[in-house]
């Protein structure tokens, strides 16, 4: 998937500036974005701060962490049982 050019912080700014009152059109074109990008983005992003942003970017980081760890360690299980099944 291509990488944005545009940072989340950056993408809530833009939504700000049409809940503040701007055109859609107008902010699209102004930054460079399509109609369809700035819906997909209100969809995505819609009524967040960018408090919030950061603190869910935080939690899903450690989420990845968190499960990263669980499949180290039924790894090492599923191998102690394989091993201990053998020497019984």
Same mark, same amino acid.
């Given at each position: 998937?291509? /990488?944005?050019?545009?940072? !989340?912080?950056?993408?809530? +700014?833009? %939504? #700000? &500036? *049409? $809940? @503040? ?22 969809? /995505?992003?819609?009524?967040m !701060?960018?408090?919030?942003? +950061?603190? %869910? #970017? &935080? *939690? $899903? @980081? ?27």
């Open positions: 998937m291509k /990488k944005s050019k545009f940072n !989340e912080e950056q993408i809530v +700014r833009i %939504l #700000k &500036e *049409v $809940e @503040a009152g701007a055109k859609v059109a107008e902010t699209c074109r102004k930054h460079g974005i399509s109609e369809p990008t700035y819906y997909v983005w209100k969809s /995505k992003y819609a009524n !701060e960018v408090s919030q942003l +950061r603190h %869910l #970017k &935080e *939690v $899903e @980081a450690e989420l990845a962490r968190l499960k990263r760890m669980y499949a180290d360690l039924a790894l090492e299980h599923h191998a102690l049982k394989d091993v201990l099944s053998r020497k019984l």
